[in-house]
């Protein structure tokens, strides 16, 4: 400690916390595979009944653990997050220093800041449809079931839940976003 005051340093193993966002990122780890084998599985069994589905429907209308507390679709946008952080909290030795650098870094950066981008206009798009479309119903004298509302685009077959869309394409946006100010952020060394 030099006059007084202690640099911030990053997380070691040594490190009681580490545990912490290891065990909390395995739970988040366990909460996105349980629901992906849930989605795919209710997915399927809608095509295979109907020749059509909704895509992220029954994922955005299931709640866990009991009815109105919160939906599927929110604990995914919760866990990916939480998870997201904690991998960046406990794998900062992966790409500190000079591990990552010259062409690889740029395009590394490149690829974080299109996908930032990418996920901002689909957030934008999808809130945009979401809430035209919750107007609409409103004009019309009758109050849409928000819940329900999609878009078939790209393809009348495979229309998206407009609440579940705009939620996975907000994590996507934090996680990027976040992922790419990390990668311009000036790294530590290992040493320090």
Known sequence: MANGIMKPRHLEKSDSGYK?????FYICGFIM???LVFG???TMIEWIENGTYVMGEAIHNTTIPFENFARVST????STIIGWYCVTRIGWRRTAGDKIVGTKMALLQLMLLSFSIITFYEVLYNFTVLNAQMTAGIIDGIVPDIDKLSVAYPDPDRPWNLVFATKVFLAAFIISTHAFYLSIKPRKSLDE
Do not use: D, R
């Open 40 to 42: 795919v599985y209710v």
């Open 33 to 35: 595979a349980s629901t």
């Open 20 to 24: 912490v966002y290891l065990y909390i």
């Open 75 to 78: 604990w995914i946008f919760f």
